[in-house]
C-alpha cells in the first residue's frame, strides 16, 4: 500500500488524539470515574445516578448505583495473526459480559467481578487503532484501546512426494477429520488448567513461522496455520502448558495428532507425531510429553507443527509465551 505524506500525517495527528484519549481514559478509570473519549473530561462520582436528571424529593432515596466496568487489553500493541488478552473489572457477580472489540462480540469467562477472554488478530485484519468495548445490562464502561500493526508474511515453498500430494485428494476423509477437530474445540474449561506462563513445546529450528503462504510443489496451498520445527524423530514434544486433552488421534494430512484445552478457549496442537502419550480426557500438567517428533501425514521429514486456537481462529502460537496466564 502506498501511503501520501499527508495520509501519513494525518495518521499520526489521529494517533495522538487516540494516544491522549487513551491517557484520559486510564486517568478517569484510576480516579474511577466515567470515560469518556467523546465527552470531556468531568470528574465524575464512582457510581451515577439513573434517574435522568429528575428531581427527587428531599429526604427520599435519590440515586441508584451503575456498576462501571473497567476494561485492559495486552499487549496494547499487537501485531496481525497475534492474541489479545482481555480482562474486564467490575460486573457484578454473576452478571454476564460480553467484549467487542473488530465488530464482534465474545462472552467472556467471569469469576467473581473480573471477566476475561481471549481474542485472535486475524491475519487479514487492517492494522490501526481499535477500541475495545465491554458490556454488561446497565453498566458504564471504562473502554481499552489496542493498536493492532502490520506483519509481513513471506511465501515458503516445499516439495512432497507423489504419494504424499496424493492425501489431499481424499476428499471425505479430511471433512471429516475437520469436523473431529470442531467437536475437540467445541467446549472449553471456563477455568484456565495451571497457572504459570506457557512454554515452546519443543527447543528446535523454526524451519516455516506462522502465516506464510505455503506454495506445495509450486503451486499455492494457503496459509502455513502454525510453527514447524525441525528436529531428529523421537525427540519429546511437550505440553506447552497445562490443559486437558481433547483429542488424540491418527488424521489422515496431521498424522498423529494431540490437541489439548488449557481453557477459557485457548487450544493448543501438536501434529506430525511418531506417537501419541496421552489420552483423550487426560487432564496433564505443564511439560507432560505428549508425543514424540515424527513425520506421520502430509509431511516431508521429522518435525512438530505446533499451532494454537481461540474460538476456531487460529493465531501465532508464539504469542502464548508472552502470555499472563
Ligand atoms: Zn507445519
Known amino acids: 500500500m502506498v501511503r501520501s505524506n499527508e495520509e501519513v500525517a494525518m495518521g499520526r495527528r489521529l494517533l495522538v488524539v487516540v494516544f491522549a484519549c487513551v491517557a484520559f481514559a486510564a486517568g478517569a478509570a484510576a480516579g474511577l470515574g466515567i470515560h469518556g473519549c467523546r465527552t470531556p473530561p468531568a470528574p465524575l462520582p464512582a457510581t451515577t445516578p439513573l434517574d435522568g436528571g429528575r428531581q427527587e424529593p428531599a429526604g427520599e432515596a435519590a440515586t441508584v448505583s451503575r456498576p462501571v466496568l473497567v476494561v485492559s487489553a495486552k499487549p496494547s500493541s499487537v501485531p496481525q495473526g497475534g492474541l489479545l488478552s482481555v480482562i474486564v473489572e467490575g460486573a457484578p457477580e454473576g452478571a454476564p459480559v460480553t467484549v467487542e472489540l473488530f465488530g464482534r ?52 515453498h516445499i516439495a512432497v512426494t507423489q504419494e504424499t500430494a496424493e492425501l489431499t485428494r481424499n476428499q471425505a476423509r479430511i471433512a471429516a477429520d475437520q469436523a473431529k477437530v470442531r467437536s475437540a474445540r467445541a467446549t472449553t474449561s471456563p477455568r484456565p488448567y495451571g497457572e504459570g506462563s506457557f512454554s515452546l513445546p519443543l527447543e528446535a529450528e523454526v524451519t516455516t513461522p506462522f502465516g506464510h503462504t505455503r506454495y506445495v510443489n509450486g503451486v499455492e496451498s494457503g496459509r502455513h496455520w502454525g510453527i514447524d520445527f525441525g528436529a531428529a524423530a523421537g525427540r519429546p514434544v511437550k505440553a506447552a502448558n497445562a490443559g486437558k486433552v481433547v483429542l488424540a488421534e491418527t488424521l489422515l494430512l496431521s498424522g498423529n495428532t494431540v490437541i489439548v484445552d488449557h481453557g477459557l478457549n485457548v487450544f493448543t496442537t501438536y501434529m506430525h507425531l511418531a506417537d501419541i502419550s496421552v489420552k483423550p480426557g487426560d487432564v496433564i500438567e505443564k511439560g507432560t510429553t505428549v508425543g514424540h517428533v515424527g513425520s506421520t501425514g502430509f509431511s516431508t521429514g521429522p518435525h512438530l507443527h505446533w499451532s494454537a486456537t481461540c474460538g476456531g481462529e487460529s493465531f501465532d502460537p508464539s504469542a502464548l509465551l508472552e502470555l499472563d496466564w
Open 105 to 156: 462480540a465474545v462472552a467472556a469467562f467471569s469469576s467473581g467481578e473480573t471477566a476475561r477472554v481471549f481474542v485472535p488478530v486475524a491475519v487479514t485484519q487492517a492494522p490501526g487503532v481499535f477500541e475495545v468495548d465491554a458490556h454488561c445490562g446497565e453498566c458504564v464502561v471504562v473502554p481499552a484501546f489496542v493498536e493492532v500493526t502490520r506483519r509481513e508474511f513471506p511465501s515458503s
